[in-house]
């Protein structure tokens, strides 16, 4: 029987061609309720499609505390293995995060692939990676997340393969202890800092330019945006993590310039390995002097995805910068709660009342635009350059004289 825990014994370039079957699970804890959770597999099932799955069937259990061998009880572990033999599934993926113990104990169970949250973003990582920095944050990140799993990953190496979750820094033999990943660790480390003092280099010589950063929630139309305003070609597509790597444009708004950066989304439960080893590339927006919060309206969480954001910002020390709150994709939003029938007036006294709420709520400019459709973009131009001067004012005003 081949084995199924090689990481990348031949290495794949993409995600896999043919799609895997997938079953998704959760746990309603105590605290939680049913609707909060079925939300969470809704975004999980978007990551395992963006990875190449294909999801069959959600389970859910209500526990109050994860079950400590199985996670999710003996007897829901016993209802998901026949449904997984009779549909003949390929993997299963829970929403949180498993311990070595319970990853084994139901690999026995279920005898399939075990994969949960965290590896299942960080196999998209290992996918979308292209530069030298973004590929060496996303190894750094699987050898951390490996290395406390290490005794779960060597007892059934009898059974490995590849395919979601497997793709990684490269294959390991059985031999592979403890100490040989930490030695991996710290080589990564000092690569990372090289690149680091690199790019601190090249952030230097942006002198006297104010700099806005793009952030918020995976998937909310930030690189779309981004390639409105500054007039490039950034990649976007309606996947998750479509962006790594921080893409850095000059923008000139009635002949004031500034820096325009696109950052790598947020997400809830986003790994602690993955927002330490991607802190080097967030200094754009450590470093901002602006940051352009862009928020999927039309997404029925957005306020969750909101303080999602939010609280990352305040991990990173970012969080008092000046900020815009974008909210985007109004063209959708008015599709999805407004009846086609609704006077234009009243249309415009709703969203006015909306945006009294949200400002108030959040105390920054608020505007809502359609990145797709180009709505309100002039509308954006112009309060981005009432912000944009005024940090001038404060930053550079001998700046502000020459616009």
Known sequence: MSNQWTVSKIKQKGLSKDPESAVLVGIVKKGQSREEV????DELEFLARTAGANCVKTFIQHLEHPHPRTFIGPGKADEIAAYIEKDEVDLAI??????????????EIFK????????????????????????TQVELAQMQYLLP?????????????????????GEMEIETDRRIVRDKIATLKKRLEKID?????QRHNRVDMIRVALVGYTNVGKSTLMNLLSKSEVFAENKLFATLDTTVRKVVFNRM???????????????????ESFKSTLDETRESDILMHVIDISHPQYEDHIDTVNETLLS???EDKPQILVFNKIDKYRDLYFDQYLETEVRDQIMDKLKDKLSNKFNHPVIFISALQKENIDKLRLLMSEVI???YKIRYPYKVKSF
């Open 389 to 391: 001067e005024k940090q």
């Open 112 to 135: 399939r692939k075990i994969i949960d949250r965290s590896s299942l973003i960080l196999d998209i990582f290992a996918a979308r990676a292209k530069t030298a920095q973004s590929k």
């Open 38 to 41: 079925e939300e969470y597999l």
């Open 316 to 318: 990173l020390g970012v």
């Open 149 to 169: 799993r290490l005794r779960g990953l060597w007892t059934h190496l009898e059974r490995q393969r590849g395919g979601i979750g497997m793709r990684g820094p």
């Open 257 to 275: 310039p500034f820096l325009l950066s696109d950052t790598v989304g947020f997400i809830r439960k986003l790994p602690h390995h993955l927002i």
């Open 94 to 107: 829970f929403d949180d995060d498993l311990t070595a113990k319970q990853t084994s104990i139901l690999e």
């Open 197 to 201: 003092k690199q790019n601190r280099t």
